[in-house]
């Protein structure tokens, strides 16, 4: 059997955990680091945590299990995460979790396709995405994908089975499953390019934009900073 | 009287690229740091106990109080190593100022993290960011790699002698890693479950040392709390919640946005601001501060919208998530979406909030879907009091609020639900023997 976690990723371990002042710190990144590698968390991922880290596969898989983000079962080329929550449920997000699961047929954290294969989808409801201004909301691989409908949600997994990959409404261009793993880990073999991309809805800039149309402004800050306060002698 | 917006965390969103660190060198970045590091640390602690900035995160503590509570000294707990850690799990449902500030301004955050960690004395800072929020990360990170180059971060920081590195954590989709302590312990590396307090992770954070626990809108503050002092700051909001804050309205209005105004704007203000309910449906009820602050309805439109306006007329300013709802929507179907969301979420460690949870969702699951008794009304709010209080974090008594205000305010429509089920029992699937 050859070991999936090759010299690359044990280099990449190891610059992970050198970044914290103790090494179990590591163990959330190198969890997003196998899922990278082999697209879920396998008991041989789970190993290699627990190798890297000194510490049992029991006390690693006791993490893994606890974590949303962490699959247990092979994933798609993209897992597709409809907000499922209130906000985003009332104003559609139920319905367009109900028509992808339809169309798809598959449940939650279930995969259409075979798992890694060009155009596989992993289906999951999620909790709320923090992005309620544009609800609802949807994140392929976890980029955002704003203010969806029924008939956007089905278009963008139509066009993401037949291979291709729209540009999300704010973050970077698409991608895969396994690439942004990397990048959750701490590994950002291209981030000059994937920093950039639309970060900013019109809802996002709402009220600066109306402060700046009304002519509205924060009160104006002295000319120089002001001096610090003094500090009360100490006994 | 300031303006009714105050653009200050977010004055820089409108700008080019204004993620990038030219923009924001040109917008005055990074002078507040050269200013800060002009200080004794305890005069920047004293400037932001003066200035009444208060936690943003949710609990609303006075930060300068909670940066004070550090032990300092050569000898004893002040010998420890110290570290900052910035709350990014933004997930309280209908929060979403975090992420947006962290897309368009992650220096103003990192700018907040070096003289934070300058104040406190930290040397390590780790901003755990929720991992659902990737584009935030990618600007966070690119953030740090800039600062470093600049000189901002890592050693003898512009010839200062101090020293200080940021690591960018990403978290793994757990809710309950918004709760500070649990927090401290994903980033250990560990399942997030919240510890008891006392020990505070002042004395006993971080690795057991001590450590401020921030969250991103409070430290994103603190650069222009130093560039234009604690009057300055107080020239906005009340006398105990001063400053201004990121209001997110979020639901049925023409024009949800992120709304920067000074604490103490009403919904009525910001529903004006927002353009009005959506196709003027009115409005039937709403969240001050994200679903585990208690209900208010269209009787708390002038209810002032600070720390102590919003405690005062029964809720919680919380995260300032106003999630606003029209007539059209169901009071127990919301609830029980919400407590859906807390049973996934409950860490499972205590047993009120873990059992409690599960037992409350099915009794809101069984009574939209038509099988409710009016005794269901009072089962829950018993369970409610059962929890209340009786768990080790906030999950659980921010997972009693949406139920105990709805039945506060919206008895009658749980009960006209249950009145409208069919009298006889409905046979449970598969009973026969």
Known sequence: MTDVFDDLTRQRSKEIIAQYPQSRSALLPLLHLVQSVEGFVSQGGIRFCADELELTTAEVSAVATFYT??????????????????????LGGDDIYKRLSDKLGVGHEETAGEPGTTGSITLEHAECLAACDLAPVLQVNYEFYDNQSVESAETLVDALQRGEKPHPTRGAPLTDFKTVELELAGIFPDLEHSVEGPSTAPETMRGAALASDRGWLAPAMPDSAPAFPELPEKK | MPDQLTPVLTRRWQSPRSWSIGTYEELEGYQALRHALTAQPDQLIQLVKDSGLRGRGGAGFPTGMKWGFIPQGATGPGAKPKYLVINADEGEPGTCKDIPTMMADPHSLIEGCIITSFAIRANFCAIYIRGEALHPIRRVRNAVNEAYAKGYLGTDILGSGFDLDIVVHAGAGAYICGEETALLDSLEGRRGQPR??????????????????????????????????????????SEKSPGPKIYSVSGHVEKPGQYEAPLGITLRQLLELAGGMKGGVPLKFWTPGGSSTPLFTAEHLDVPLDFEGAAAAGSMLG?????????????????????????HESCGKCTPCREGTYWLAQILERMVHGEGTPEDVETMLDICDNILGRAFCALGDGATSPITSAIKYFRQEFLDLCAAQPAAPVEPAGAMA
Request: hydrophobic share 40%.
């Open chain 1, 69 to 90: 983000m962490y699959k247990r079962t092979p994933c798609g080329e993209h897992i597709v995460s409809v907000c499922t929550n209130t906000l985003c449920a009332v």
């Open chain 2, 196 to 237: 008891l307090k006392p020990p505070f992770p002042a004395t006993s954070g971080l690795y057991a040392s001590p450590t401020v626990v921030n969250n991103v809108e409070t430290i994103a503050s603190v650069p222009a709390i130093v560039l234009g002092g604690s009057d300055w700051f107080r020239e906005m909001g």
């Open chain 2, 319 to 343: 995260t300032t998530a106003v999630q606003v709802f029209n007539e059209t929507v169901s009071v127990p179907w919301a609830v029980m979406k919400w407590t859906e969301f807390y049973k």
